[in-house]
């Protein structure tokens, strides 16, 4: 069982940045359940999407079209924890972040009880 731990969410002003972090309670690597780590993002009223996700093996990223050239994913495996650094943040960036860990890319089975941002205008 991995959990999931989010942090660095807040309140921030249009352009301005915010670095998350998700630590993973696993001690050592599992490739069953932290292979890939992601992030995802659920706005009001909207669905939850992908926002982006790295590899343990050799740290391949993924990222939304909306927020590629703005946020960075990365991870540091001796702290197994997962950083998304976001720039030039935008009112439409609002919304609850949720870090999440798989097996494979695009299926993850632990999820984080999610972090609040908010972009104001």
């Known amino acids: 069982q991995v959990q999931l731990v989010e942090s660095g969410g807040g309140l921030v002003q249009a352009g301005g940045s915010l670095r998350l972090s998700c630590a993973a309670s696993?001690?050592?690597?599992?490739?069953?359940?932290?292979?890939?780590l992601a992030w995802f993002r659920q706005a009001p009223g909207k669905e939850r999407e992908s926002v982006a996700a790295?590899?343990?093996?050799?740290?391949?990223?993924y990222y939304a079209a909306s927020v590629k050239g703005r946020f960075t994913i990365s991870r540091d495996n001796a702290k197994n924890t997962v950083y998304l650094q976001m720039n030039s943040l935008k009112p439409e960036d609002t919304a609850v972040y949720y870090c999440?860990?798989?097996?494979?890319?695009?299926?993850?089975?632990?999820w984080g009880q999610g972090t609040r941002v908010t972009v104001s205008s």
């Open positions: 696993e001690r050592t690597f599992n490739m069953y359940t932290m292979a890939w």
């Open positions: 999440a860990s798989g097996p494979r890319f695009n299926n993850y089975d632990y």
């Open positions: 790295i590899s343990w093996s050799d740290s391949t990223t």
